[in-house]
């Protein structure tokens, strides 16, 4: 499909394990965007990548947070040493540049034990 | 970062009503994005707006942004229940081009 992709969908894992999600964005998209959204709430967002770049990673909780992108294309979301807190459902969107409208992801889920 | 306040939280409507739902910011924005939610799923985007004063239309629902470009609403004319879901407006400050910072958003249930 021509949408963006986000994977796993679903994942539980114990309280103090790592996990790592990722992001297919449409191709050509240029601009990525990381956001949580916690039951019911708005979108808290987290990361912004401009190619591989990013320029502002003002959003990420905390340093267990990290992300990457390579080749512009393909993204992880990184948490290490998960805490029940970060049970959310994580977003990725991305867009032709970096003022254009957003596409979302499915999203995965994540729960923590 | 950029903050923007929508009202109301909740908007409960019976079908075939119209109802609007306000988003507001104390500065000045450079545009204006609406999306929709819906139950289970992710936010779709809907439109775009960036002139001072400007109107769009798509159908049933009518977008307008503030003369001030601090505000903007989204009015939904004839409610059906496929208007259920949860109306995001998200904003992009004059100094940052890139982020944008979403309201809390406006879930609207519809009872027939």
């Known amino acids: 499909g021509a949408g963006v992709s986000q994977s796993p969908s679903n994942k539980v894992t114990e309280k103090g394990k790592d996990v790592e999600l990722r992001c297919d964005p449409i191709?050509?998209?240029?601009?990525l965007y990381w956001y949580r959204q916690s039951l019911g709430q708005g979108l808290e967002f987290l990361i912004y990548?401009?190619?591989?770049?990013?320029?502002?990673k003002s959003g990420l909780p905390s340093d267990r947070f990290s992300a990457e992108r390579t080749g512009g294309s393909v993204s992880t979301l990184t948490i290490q040493r998960t805490q029940q807190e970060d049970s959310a459902v994580y977003l990725c969107?991305?867009?032709?540049?970096?003022?254009?409208?957003?596409?979302f992801g499915d999203g995965t889920r994540l729960s923590i034990l | 970062g950029q903050q923007v306040m929508q009202i109301p939280q909740y908007q409960h409507v019976q079908e075939g009503e119209d109802f609007t739902t306000y988003c507001n910011s104390s500065?000045?924005?450079?545009?204006i994005q609406w999306y929709k939610q819906r139950p289970g799923g992710h936010p779709v985007f809907l439109i775009q707006?960036?002139?001072?004063?400007e109107v769009k239309k798509q159908k049933r629902l009518t977008f307008q942004f503030g003369e001030a470009k601090k505000n903007s609403s989204l009015h939904i004319t004839a409610t059906q229940t496929t208007d259920v879901g949860t109306y995001f407006c998200?904003?992009?400050?004059?100094?940052?081009?890139?982020?944008?910072?979403f309201g809390a958003g406006t879930t609207v249930t519809v009872r027939a």
């Open positions: 707006l960036v002139k001072s004063g």
């Open positions: 990548f401009q190619g591989n770049s990013a320029p502002d």
């Open positions: 998200a904003s992009r400050g004059l100094s940052n081009d890139y982020k944008l910072s």
């Open positions: 191709s050509g998209h240029t601009a």
């Open positions: 500065t000045t924005l450079s545009n």
């Open positions: 969107a991305s867009s032709q540049d970096r003022y254009g409208p957003q596409h």
